[in-house]
Structure formats: structure tokens, C-alpha cells
Nanobody
């Protein structure tokens, strides 16, 4: 079994910063892409940022220059550093990872349960 556990969400004022963490655990052989998605009330889930095992990153246009994604492969952990937060960043943030489970020859797509980020104006 594999689990993704997020932490670090909360309430912050506009202009503030937060750091989200997501740790993967379980019978993991390897982790390919890791990323963060978010879903605001009444909206579809959207990609915020992604990072490959080699460190290549991509970001949604709305967060470029403000958010930074990083990962610690030794700890199977991905981070999202969020600066200059805006009220429109308010959403539930979900961790996502493409993982090859030990003993299997294919990859699965896993999701965390989500962590709430609320930015007040």
C-alpha cells in the first residue's frame, strides 16, 4: 500500500507565505512525477506545479514567480513553497505522485487527501 500525506496548509493573509509538504510512504519502488493540484469551490481541479525525478519543473501561469516546487528523493517528499499569496490561491491543495509499487511492473497514480489553504484579503 502507498499513502501520500500532506501537511502545511492553513490560514494566511494576502502577501504571506506557506510551505506545503507531502510525504509518500509504503511499498515504493520508485517515484516518477510528483506534483501539486488545487481545487477551489465550484471550480475544477487544476495543476499548480509538477516536478520529475530528475528535477525538471513546470508551473501554472497563475503561480509562476510566486510558487516553487521541490522534492527530496531520499525522503520521498515533495514541497510547495508559496510566496506572495493571493486570495485567489484559496483552495484545497492535493499532492499527486506517479509511483511504481514494489513488485509491480507498472506505475500507479496516487493522490493525497488534500490540505486547505485559505488566503484572507
Amino acid at each position: 500500500q502507498v499513502q501520500l500525506v500532506e501537511s502545511g496548509g492553513g490560514l494566511v493573509q494576502a502577501g504571506g507565505s506557506l510551505r506545503l509538504s507531502c510525504a509518500a510512504s509504503g511499498s515504493i519502488f520508485s517515484i516518477n512525477v510528483m506534483g501539486w493540484y488545487r481545487q477551489a469551490p465550484g471550480k475544477q481541479r487544476e495543476l499548480v506545479a509538477g516536478i520529475t525525478s530528475g528535477g525538471s519543473t513546470n508551473y501554472a501561469d497563475s503561480v509562476k514567480g510566486r510558487f516553487t516546487i521541490s522534492r527530496d528523493n531520499a525522503k520521498n517528499t515533495v514541497y510547495l513553497h508559496m510566496n506572495s499569496l493571493k486570495p485567489e490561491d484559496t483552495a484545497v491543495y492535493y499532492c499527486n505522485a506517479v509511483i511504481r509499487v514494489a513488485g509491480r511492473n507498472w506505475e500507479y497514480n496516487y493522490w493525497g487527501l488534500g490540505t486547505q489553504v485559505t488566503v484572507s484579503s
